[in-house]
């Protein structure tokens, strides 16, 4: 994919394109109105925000209040994920925006500055697409997700950022920023995963179509801490992810044993194929072990996929 952006003119800081944000949301009205006004407040300013609301109850009269324009876009069918920030995203590309701000309605910029320092990066690398940290909201010193660092898992922010711009690495979807080229190249997040594995689904597509992409570790966003799945094996060279809800649990095994064989996976196979085995094993935890096994097999042989409400819970 080329780097060059054809609709900026040479010499024109990529700052000044047009952002759009596309948000999905279920039944988090408070979190929602706290991102809106974040929005508002960024010091690059956002065109627009493409909304996608499955809750049981919509908040389109919150959207309508909000201090930045929003698109409030009502989908009667929860659509996972996948499918929401698939919606969301097409309408920020019919909005006619050259970048993308892609988020959860659980996430907000940690400062003002968080986009603009988004943009600064990717036009000083010349990147596709960019990342922040994602810290948790009560502690700004703990990373949500975990990073490698050296071969070994961290939560420690000040860690990651001492290792500074992570190439080719990020958690997808939360602050992701995109140009809309990549869409075009790599496609929209795949329905099929609905929840859980399509984040991971899609960096792997940039990373075969040669997207220059990175995590930006002066640039971050609060997002509710994930820490409690990590779940180490031996010592912080290998863990296992263990979601909090049986749901949640079905559809990342799944997907994980689908992308395996996608992508043809080795080492992730070995990893997982090791991995919960002895986690399960060593706590005795027998109906664990065949709660995960189920779905992940599922998944290398490419079975149950289907509508969600299909699905085996």
């Known amino acids: 994919m080329s780097q060059q952006f054809p609709d900026v003119p040479p010499g024109t800081p990529r700052r000044e394109a047009r952002i759009a944000a596309a948000v999905v949301t279920l039944d988090r009205p408070e979190d929602l109105s706290v991102l809106l006004d974040a929005f508002a407040r960024q010091s690059r300013p956002i065109e627009s925000v493409i909304l996608v609301d499955a809750g049981a109850a919509d908040v389109r009269e919150l959207a309508e209040a909000a ?22 995203i097409l309408g920020a590309l019919a909005s006619g925006a050259e970048w993308i701000w892609i988020m959860d309605d659980d996430a907000h910029p940690e400062d003002t500055g968080t986009l603009g320092a988004l943009l600064d990066a990717a036009a000083d690398r010349s990147l596709e697409a960019v990342l922040p940290l994602v810290i948790t909201p009560d502690d700004p010193s703990r990373l949500s997700f975990h990073f490698r660092v050296d071969g070994r898992s961290t939560h420690d922010r000040e860690t990651v950022e001492a290792a500074g711009f992570r190439m080719g690495v990020g958690h997808f979807f939360n602050g992701a920023l995109v140009h809309r080229d990549v869409f075009y190249t790599v496609g929209l997040p795949d329905l099929r995963l609905f929840l859980r594995g399509d984040e991971t689904d899609f960096m792997l597509r940039l990373r075969r179509a040669g997207v220059r992409f990175g995590t930006v570790t002066t640039a971050a966003l609060r997002h509710p801490s994930a820490e409690v799945e990590l779940q180490h094996v ?7 992810l263990i979601p909090e809800t049986e749901t949640k649990r079905f559809y990342f095994y799944r997907n994980r044993g689908q992308l395996i064989r996608r992508y043809r996976r080795v080492r992730s196979l070995v990893a997982d194929g090791v991995g919960y085995p002895l ?4 706590r005795g935890d027998v109906a664990g072990l065949t709660a995960w096994a189920r779905p992940f097999v599922a998944g290398l042989r490419n079975r149950s996929f289907g509508p969600p409400w299909t699905l085996p819970r």
């Open 234 to 240: 031996i010592g912080d060279r290998l863990h296992v």
């Open 67 to 88: 201090d930045v324009p929003v698109t409030y876009v009502r989908s009667e069918v929860n659509l996972g994920g996948a499918g929401g920030f698939a919606l969301a």
């Open 279 to 282: 986690y399960f094993l060593r």
